[in-house]
């Protein structure tokens, strides 16, 4: 009886570690965001999947993404919680991450 309750809570434990789908995981600016490319970058954590926000502000509304200066000096500098990235992004790579979330919003928006 016990073997059947360890089975049971193992497979409950493993269908909720499902990989989820990243929308145009494809793109440069998805594969950074969520810390397919460098590992030492996992924006998804705190400002969720697609950057709608969680314990972190969103980066995104009505389809667009808040003002790509002020996007780009926030990561390299840092702000309140967040911690700098100027020694690990460069301006490409975020401009990257701005692009994909602008596009991700258009496509689950249904105007892309």
């Not at 590992?39 to 969680?54: L, N, T, Y």
């Not at 840092?78 to 975020?94: D, H, K, Q």
Request: some cysteine; glycine content about 10%.
């Amino acid at each position: 009886m016990k073997r059947v309750l360890f089975l049971m809570l193992f497979l409950f434990f493993l269908a909720g570690c499902e990989k989820k789908e990243i929308p145009l995981g494809n793109l440069p600016g998805a594969q950074i965001y969520h810390g397919i490319t460098r590992s030492d970058v996992r924006c998804f954590r705190c400002h969720g999947p697609i950057g709608e926000g969680s314990s972190a502000p969103a980066l995104v509304k009505d389809g667009k993404t808040i003002d790509p200066a002020l996007f780009v000096k926030t990561v390299l500098d840092g702000r309140n919680r967040m911690p700098p990235f100027a020694s690990v992004l460069s301006e490409v790579e975020i401009k990257s991450i701005i692009d994909w979330l602008e596009k991700v919003h258009k496509k689950t928006d249904g105007n892309g």
